[in-house]
T-cell receptor, first 115, second 112 residues
């Protein structure tokens, strides 16, 4: 079965640079979520989109922005990168309705290292 | 605000034994979902088990079961017949609307 696809899997950037992470949700899933997980930390919710509209916002810095496109893929844009942005970034998707309502399916994550 | 608390930073269990990981949460909502996710060293987030708050029956998935106490806002995970492959970080999570909130996690070590 198709899973959530994230790219790139690994990314190395310098401070003050910009990075873009991409997420392709499971087909027919209507909600996409972004999470940030620092070393030894639990995943922190950044932002979510339902049917291409922002639906909830968490602890996302102002330097970060995200959007969901017409084909339902989502991108997380991070500018003016700081050392503290080094983390594993998860994308997840879910489908509202059906027997698995509420369940989030996670991608394998994109590891960002800021030098 | 919704919060999830896992009071056990680390737990150990002997292979083939049973272990229980605890989780409590705080919410004023009546309809929500609860999950346990497993994160092995590969860092993949793997769903272990889910529970709908409106269901009184505790969820069970093979060797994994939960003890859901809605009034006490408690959601513990029991792993029976522990296997070496169960070693991982376990996160309890609460979902309300389009947001999933995680606890701090419990590292489970399995001894052979």
């Amino acid at each position: 079965a198709a899973g959530v696809i994230q790219s790139p899997r690994h990314l190395i950037k310098e401070k003050r640079e910009t990075a873009t992470l991409k997420c392709y949700p499971i087909p027919r899933h209507d909600t996409v979520y972004w999470y940030q997980q620092g070393p030894g930390q639990d995943p922190q919710f950044l932002i979510s989109f339902y049917e291409k509209m922002q639906s909830d916002k968490g602890s996302i810095p102002d330097r970060f922005s995200a959007q969901q496109f017409s084909d339902y893929h989502s991108e997380l844009n991070m500018s003016s990168l700081e050392l503290g942005d080094s983390a594993l970034y998860f994308c997840a998707s879910s489908f509202t309705g059906g027997p698995n309502t509420g369940e989030l399916f996670f991608g394998e994550g994109s590891r960002l290292t800021v030098l | 605000a919704q919060t999830v608390t896992q009071s056990q930073p680390e737990m150990s269990v002997q292979e083939a034994e049973t272990v229980t990981l605890s989780c409590t949460y705080d919410t004023s909502e009546s309809d929500y979902y609860l999950f346990w996710y497993k994160q092995p060293p590969s860092r993949q987030m793997i769903l272990v088990i889910r529970q709908e708050a409106y269901k009184q029956q505790n969820a069970t998935e093979n060797r994994f079961s939960v003890n859901f106490q809605k009034a006490a806002k408690s959601f513990s995970l029991k792993i029976s017949d522990s296997q070496l492959g169960d070693a991982a970080m376990y996160f309890c999570a609460y979902r309300i609307q389009n947001k999933l909130v995680f606890g701090a996690g419990t590292i489970l070590r399995v001894k052979s």
